[in-house]
């Protein structure tokens, strides 16, 4: 998937000029497979649009050809601040890369940097989101370790997600951020990101207003978007809490071992299999931290990679319906007739094309997003329940070792009552 | 389950759920310990049943009344179906009448305990309610065990006050104060509660108290440090029937995802849901804890007995040894020892030979008869060292035995609930497959 086509970049049109040139476009097929035109009702627009096979096209079997890491966290303290650079090192197969090893360090904002500049350049693309800047509840310092190290993995997942994508994986300002040992040469403050901000505003203003003749697809995605969202931060938070109560369980754990133990030291017969049951509440405990850490360190990070993503979705949507707001509203001059005709026509003819461009780009990334987000989530929960699976079966070994020894216990006592 | 069909086996461990493998190995104290009476008698506590009445002050109370059935063992080996029980009822404060006539009449023997009155240890899904149906349930398991544990006693088995408890259900009040053991009773307590100093006690009786105040604070704080991982548990396993419903709500929006969606929530759910049948039967683990920790007291009391008796030793020993003293001293004129009448006969001078003739012969009356009396309490005191260690070791082997058996059955469950678990994982996983 990567470099195929070479069509004019639709990214022509839009605010920043240096950009890649080989882009890979989407389907520009606006009706169905069968030719007919959209139906009308969301159930079904659902279902067709979900029915072409998801493996074809954007990510069918393809070769990796980026393999980044980002680790090696380090602590910076200059008069003004303190801060954190991660080391990212690239290894690539890319022909547009002059070698096929780098090794840059990069701060947060750095990576903030690249997406808005991502984001810029394609806003009708579904970009992987960045770990918050600060996590709101109950975190007092910025450089807590385990912090650290949550915002380290995101950013490494991050960065495995733009370089998996098929169009995303061109940009320069990647190849940049990638490659650049000092990456503030090409950092641009200008309009870019300021009219992006002013974007976002005029582009709440408008949907608040709405939108005449908004597809029905994009209706029906919009929605899906708001339950995704909805369904996501529910999912997210009942992750959280089971990770509280497994904590709570685990703190009782280590108070009732003990329990047994002291026990043992007034007994004389009894003495062994108080202490075996202390031992085996000891070892579960470890068995729940472990379960403990998992949940914490991989399923709850996937989730929230997706709470952040739906954000992000709902972004892409505002965007690419201010798109065509921003047509509609030019071409109602146009037919008003009032104002210079040819420049209005040409405007409103850029303003089609773009409007096109957005959302065949939104259409097809849209595929792919959902496809890696099935992927993704499934993992997640699978290697989760296999988690669990093994939790129980480490538990069950040590009571049943537990039990063998009384067993034997028993039997030997048997034997020396009565002989037989 | 032991095929014996004795509903003892399955009082003592209170655990119904045992595999045949696992309970050939778990022998019943009270199976192996068969005495005349449960050789001739099966006991049962066959049900519990609410009561309204008025009471003693004329007000309408509600209590639990517990049917006690009985039934002659050969009956039921006769041809055809065994023979209806004999049947009475019984309430709590009647448990606790025949329990309280136990100890004051045998107080060289650890009586049983009865389960508790009210719950305690408890944790946030049980009530404290002693109408709640699951109490009521527990606490018929433990009466049925109290009455098969005095049933199987060597010694408290052939109590005939007993024999009309379980037979006898209109006179056996009556009965039971005919004994007269409430005289005995105030005495016990008054016992109990005074503080007295023993010179030289017997140093196992020593011991036995110190490991039954340790073994009554450790079986505490058990309980209540278990109390707590349950209550724990409880939260773990029911936040996880919230994926149930957010799964399945989820699933109604996706299309190819729905379907293991759907079918992961319900195994959610199931996962939820299944750890009120796992905690009930932890609760009865608990109250195999709760009768020894309520047998510590029963042992208390007899090393208390113990004390009391040697006490009383000490005092007429004493009284002798004094009353000897005194007697040499008057019969020699040597006065080794204030006495009152000493000084006064100093100071108004020396009794008649008559008189002291008379007081001599008063004190060798009264040393014979503190003689005779050592002897009685030296021989009570042996007999009672004698009877109430023998049923200490009885106590100590059988407390060996049924903890063991609790604990290994403790484990069991432990097994159980992992093998749940397991499965509904597995089940789950399956369904994330399909996602």
Redesign the interface.
């Known amino acids: 998937m990567s470099g195929q086509g070479d069509s004019a970049g639709f990214t022509g049109h839009m605010l920043d000029l240096d950009e890649d040139d080989d882009l890979e476009v989407f389907t520009k097929n606006t009706s169905l497979a069968d030719g007919s035109s959209l139906p009308n009702s969301p159930g079904s627009m659902?279902?067709q649009y979900?029915l072409e096979d998801?493996d074809e096209g954007l990510q069918a079997v393809h070769t990796k050809d980026f393999f980044i890491t980002v680790s090696n966290p380090e602590s910076h303290v200059t008069a003004v601040e303190t801060f954190i650079t991660y080391k990212v090192v690239t290894r690539t197969t890319r022909s547009d890369f002059d070698s096929s090893e780098y090794e840059v360090s990069r701060r947060y904002q750095d990576f903030l940097w690249l997406r808005s500049r991502l984001e810029e350049n394609h806003p009708t693309l579904i970009i992987h989101p960045l770990p918050e800047k600060f996590v709101m509840k109950g975190m007092v310092e910025r450089f807590n370790e385990s912090f650290i190290e949550t915002r380290r993995k995101a950013l490494h997942r991050f960065l495995n997600k733009i370089s998996e994508h098929p169009v995303l994986s061109h940009s320069e300002h990647l190849k940049v951020f990638l490659t650049a040992e000092e990456l503030a040469p090409h950092k641009k403050q200008g309009p870019g990101f300021l009219s992006r901000m002013g974007e976002t505003m005029r582009s709440v203003a408008n949907s608040v207003r709405g939108l005449k003749t908004r597809p029905g697809e994009f209706t029906v995605m919009q929605e899906?978007v708001e339950?995704?969202s909805n369904?996501m931060i529910?999912?997210d938070k009942?992750t959280q809490?089971?990770i509280k109560?497994?904590k709570?369980?685990l703190?009782?754990?280590k108070?009732?071992g003990p329990?047994?133990t002291?026990?043992a030291e007034?007994?004389?017969?009894?003495a062994d299999?108080?202490r075996?049951?202390a031992n085996?509440v000891e070892q579960?405990s470890q068995e729940t931290e472990e379960q403990i850490s998992h949940l914490s360190e991989v399923l709850l990070p996937t989730l929230h990679d997706y709470v952040l993503c739906a954000e992000t979705l709902k972004t892409v949507m505002r965007r690419r319906d201010k798109i065509q707001a921003d047509f509609e509203t030019k071409n109602e001059a146009l037919l008003s007739r009032k104002d210079d005709q040819e420049a209005l026509q040409e405007e409103v003819n850029a303003l089609a094309d773009r409007i096109e461009l957005a959302d065949n780009a939104l259409r097809g990334d849209w595929k792919r997003w959902h496809s890696g987000m099935?992927s993704d989530?499934?993992s997640a929960?699978?290697t989760t329940?296999?988690k669990?699976?093994k939790?129980?079966?480490k538990?069950?070994a040590v009571?049943?070792s537990?039990?063998l020894t009384?067993?034997a216990e028993?039997c030997q006592q048997k034997d020396g009552d009565d002989g037989s | 389950m032991a095929d014996s069909g004795c509903s003892e086996d399955v009082a003592v461990i209170g655990n119904t759920d045992i595999t045949s493998e696992e309970s050939d190995s778990i022998n019943n104290t009270m199976a192996e310990s068969q005495t005349d009476l449960l050789r001739k008698m099966e006991i049962n506590v066959a049900e519990a049943e609410k009561r309204t009445g008025k009471n003693t002050v004329n007000m309408q109370e509600t209590y639990t009344v517990y049917l006690i059935e009985t039934r002659a063992v050969e009956a039921v080996t006769e041809g055809g179906l065994p023979p209806a029980p004999d049947s009475l009822w019984r309430r709590y404060s009647e448990f606790e009448l025949l329990r309280t006539y136990l100890l004051v009449t045998y107080p060289y023997i650890v009586v049983p305990p009865l389960p508790e009155k009210r719950a305690e240890f408890v944790w946030h899904k049980l009530s404290a309610d002693n109408l709640d149906p699951d109490f009521v349930e527990r606490r018929r398991v433990g009466l049925e065990n109290f009455l098969l544990r005095v049933a199987s006693h060597p010694v408290l088995s052939s109590d005939k006050i007993f024999f009309f408890f379980l037979t006898e259900e209109k006179n056996w009040r009556e009965e039971v104060l005919e004994t007269g053991f409430q005289d005995k009773a105030d005495s016990r307590l008054k016992s109990l509660s005074a503080m007295y100093r023993v010179k030289n006690p017997d140093k196992r009786f020593t011991a036995l108290k110190q490991y039954s105040d340790e073994l009554n604070t450790v079986i505490s704080q058990l309980l209540r440090v278990r109390a707590r991982v349950a209550d724990r548990l409880y939260g773990v396993y029911k936040v996880h029937g919230n994926y149930g419903r957010v799964f399945s709500e989820w699933s109604a929006i996706e299309n190819e995802m729905g379907d293991g969606l759907q079918s992961a929530g319900h195994h959610m759910d199931t996962y939820a849901a299944s750890i009120d049948d796992i905690l009930e039967e932890e609760e009865h683990y608990a109250d195999q804890l709760k009768e020894y920790l309520f047998y510590t007291d029963a042992v208390r009391s007899v090393c208390r007995k113990h004390d009391l008796i040697q006490y009383e030793l000490e005092m007429v020993a004493q009284d002798l040894a004094s009353k000897k003293q005194q007697k040499e001293e008057l019969s020699t004129g040597t006065v080794r020892i204030f006495s009152l009448k000493g000084m006064t006969s100093k100071l108004f001078g020396q009794e008649s030979p008559e008189q002291k003739e008379s007081r001599l012969a008063a004190l060798e009356q009264s040393i014979q008869e503190g003689e005779a009396a050592v002897k009685d309490k030296v021989s009570e005191c042996q007999d009672f060292v004698r009877a109430a260690w023998d049923d200490v070791e009885r106590f100590k082997e059988q407390k060996d035995r049924d903890l063991r058996e609790a604990l290994i059955s403790y484990a069991i469950m432990q097994i159980s609930m992992c093998k749940k678990g397991i499965q509904v994982w597995s089940n789950a996983k399956e369904c994330f497959n399909k996602m």
Not at chain 1, 266 to 270: K, V, W
């Open positions: 659902v279902n979900r998801e899906y339950d995704f369904k529910s999912v009942v809490r089971i109560e497994q709570e369980y703190d009782e754990l108070q009732y329990t047994y002291q026990w007034s007994e004389d017969e009894l299999s108080l075996g049951v085996c579960c099935r989530l499934r929960f699978l329940a296999e669990n699976m939790y129980y079966e538990c069950s009571w049943e537990f039990l009384q067993r028993t």
